[in-house]
């Protein structure tokens, strides 16, 4: 099946899918070599510039970037570049490599910090463990992975999956260090002290952003966050595990981005009945991936759109049992050019829940902001780097992913991270 979607490619001499790549994947050659039947050198041309496919080909949203400006897709179905590179490497991790695992390069004698094993931190650590730096990556939570382990569910993402894509960064000579709170356990300024002569901050965006309206701190009320990091890290995707997550028989999921999905996909599983998407938007301008949209819908999730959070409804023992909705219809675009939902005077209605999961978004965790000096910030909490080459306003100090640009996409992340090593390997070159 694989070889028959590879042959599809037409292999045009501007290949449009190669400027949609954050990470610039060697589209066009790895397919080729799919289409030969030559899985090995596939999955060397894609790990030149991607330390992560098996990831990227379940978690990219390929239908916004390289398929969605595949020529093929102008007319029909474009080639299915995720699916490609989701089997090559599925197919790599099987098989390992035919010639033994990759040299390890000689070290170089320079020593940089990464702090995040995200998507970020992960991708800057392989490329500069590749160019032969002493790289140590110092890991908050007591795994690594990042928002991959705890953010992403199992059924969407397997956790082995991405123990084996960190394993592989390791066998470069990545050292991790897990349950290391940088800006707590020790600061940035301290590293510099140890003899790291840069740092990279790919901490992502942890901090969840409520709705403040009454009733949100009753009973049953999570953040996605909550939900899916309990549900993650404490392993209740399996039946052996007793995870303390209360999720009720009715549950309301306000928000309707990836994370939206994810969150009530996980509810479903937990045990609950009915999981309702509450949305002030309607279907057309749901934010998530519309493969999400759909896995959603297959397993019966209700969709509550064009409807808009005002209260969250309690009993004597501040225990949640409803979600007062006001309803909305779609105004003028505004300045994004979406329509601006506009609420319906005297529509207000109670769907009966007992419990309510937030996931309208994150913002980056404060922390290493506030414990080191010299690091400028945005309006909206990240850390100012630039998209060139991941520089903060400190001296030696990069940074990249949702620690800049709050909540995105795994693989934008992947790309910050691939600036930031570019910007990092220049930058010792020139000190």
């Known amino acids: 099946m694989a070889i028959d979607e590879a042959k599809r490619c037409l292999n045009c001499k501007r290949p449009a899918c190669m400027e949609g790549c954050p990470v610039a994947v060697r589209i066009p050659e790895f397919v080729a070599k799919v289409a030969e039947g030559d899985f090995d050198e596939a999955y060397r041309i894609i790990t030149s510039t991607n330390s992560l496919p098996a990831i990227c080909g379940r978690v990219c949203p390929q239908e916004n970037q390289c398929e969605g400006k595949c020529v093929r897709g102008i007319k029909g179905e474009p080639v299915g570049i995720g699916r490609l590179e989701r089997f090559v490497a599925d197919y790599h991790m099987n098989h390992g490599h035919k010639d033994g695992a990759p040299a390890v390069p000689a070290g170089n004698g320079h020593k940089v910090a990464v702090i995040g094993s995200g998507p970020a931190g992960l991708t800057c650590a392989g490329d500069l463990a590749r160019k032969g730096y002493d790289v140590t990556i110092y890991e908050a939570f007591h795994k690594a992975g990042g928002v991959l382990v705890y ?102 999921v306000v928000g309707a981005g990836n994370v939206a999905m994810d969150a009530a996909r996980t509810a479903k599983r937990l045990g609950a009945d009915e999981v309702y998407i509450v949305y002030r938007r309607g279907m057309e301008e749901l934010p998530a991936r519309k493969e999400e949209v759909h896995h959603a819908q297959e397993e019966e999730v209700i969709f509550k759109v064009l409807n808009n959070p005002v209260e969250i409804i309690g009993d004597e023992n501040d225990k949640v049992t409803g979600i007062k909705v006001v309803k909305m219809e779609l105004g003028e675009p505004d300045a994004s050019g979406r329509r601006k939902p506009v609420a319906i005077e005297g529509s207000e209605y109670v769907i009966d829940v007992d419990s309510v999961i937030i996931a309208i978004g994150t913002s980056p965790n404060p922390l290493i902001l506030t414990t080191t000096p010299g690091l400028e910030a945005t309006k909206k909490g990240g850390i100012v780097a630039s998209d060139e080459t991941g520089a903060t306003s400190r001296p030696g100090v990069f940074a990249g992913g949702d620690a800049v640009t709050g909540a995105a996409t795994v693989i934008k992340a992947m790309g910050a991270g691939k600036v930031a090593a570019a910007g990092i390997v220049d930058y010792l070159a020139n000190k």
């Open 151 to 252: 953010g992403i569910p199992e059924f969407r993402l397997p956790k082995a999956i991405v123990a084996k894509e960190i394993a592989k960064l390791e066998h470069f000579g990545v050292k991790i260090i897990t349950d290391a709170v940088i800006g707590r356990a020790e600061s940035i300024d301290e590293l510099f002290e140890e003899g790291f002569e840069a740092v990279f901050i790919g901490s992502g965006a942890g901090l969840p952003q409520f709705l403040h309206i009454p009733g949100e701190n009753l009973l049953g009320v999570f953040s996605a966050n909550e939900l899916l990091t309990r549900s993650n890290l404490m392993k209740a995707y399996l039946p052996e595990y007793d995870t303390p997550i209360r999720i009720g028989k009715r549950v309301a």
